[in-house]
C-alpha cells in the first residue's frame, strides 16, 4: 500500500505548519512538502504557464509566483486550470518519495496544504496545525504585507480551519506561543508513536 505509514500533514493559510513541521523534524519525522515539489514542478512548466495564463506571468525565465498567486486566488476557473495542470504531476512525484518512506515502515508526514479540499490522496490518517481564523488574519497581514481584503480572499479560499480541525485524526494547537507549540507537538509525537504501537 503506498501511504500505509503516511501522515497528511495540513491545516489553514498562517496557522503555523512550518513551525510546527521544524518541531517535528526535531523528534525524527521524515517530511515530504507537496509545496517545495509544487515550486520546482512550476518553474519546470513555464511555457505551459505562459500559454494558459500569459508571457507576463515569466519572469527571468522563472514563474512570477506572487502575480501568478494573485490571479489564481481571485479567478477560480484560472485556479482550476493551473491545479489540471500541476497536480498529477506533483501526485506522481509524492507517490514516488512515499515509496521510498514505507521501505523504513515507520511513519512519516506528507505536508499536503489541500488535503481535505482536493481529497486526491488516499491517506488514512490526518495531522491539522491549527490556529483561529483572526490570528490566520492577523499573521499573513504580518508576514505577506497584504491588506484585510486579499489576506482574507486566500483564507477563505480554503476550507474553514474549524472544519479541518473537525475532521484531523491529530490536532496541533498553534493558538498559543512557542512554549505551547513546543507542548503540542511532544504530545502529538507521543500519540502518534502510541498509536502506530497499537497497530503492529
Known sequence: MIFEHAIALTGGIATGKSSATALLSLYGFRFIDADKIAHAHLDEQKEAIASLFGAEYIKE?????KMLGKLIFANKEKKRELEDLLHPIIYDTIVAQSKKNEALG???????????????????????????????????????????????????????????????????????????????CERVKDQILSDCKDRE
Open 61 to 65: 525565465a522563472q514563474v512570477d509566483r
Open 106 to 184: 515507520i511513519p512519516y508526514m506528507i505536508d499536503i496544504p489541500l488535503f481535505f479540499e482536493s481529497k486526491r490522496y488516499d491517506i488514512k490518517r490526518s495531522l491539522v496545525v491549527y490556529a483561529t481564523k483572526e490570528q490566520q488574519l492577523e499573521r499573513l497581514m504580518r508576514r505577506e504585507g497584504f491588506d484585510a481584503k486579499e489576506a482574507l480572499r486566500r483564507i477563505e479560499s480554503q476550507m474553514d480551519i474549524e472544519q479541518k480541525r473537525a475532521l484531523a485524526d491529530y490536532v496541533i494547537d498553534n493558538s498559543g506561543d512557542l512554549k505551547q507549540l513546543q507542548s503540542e
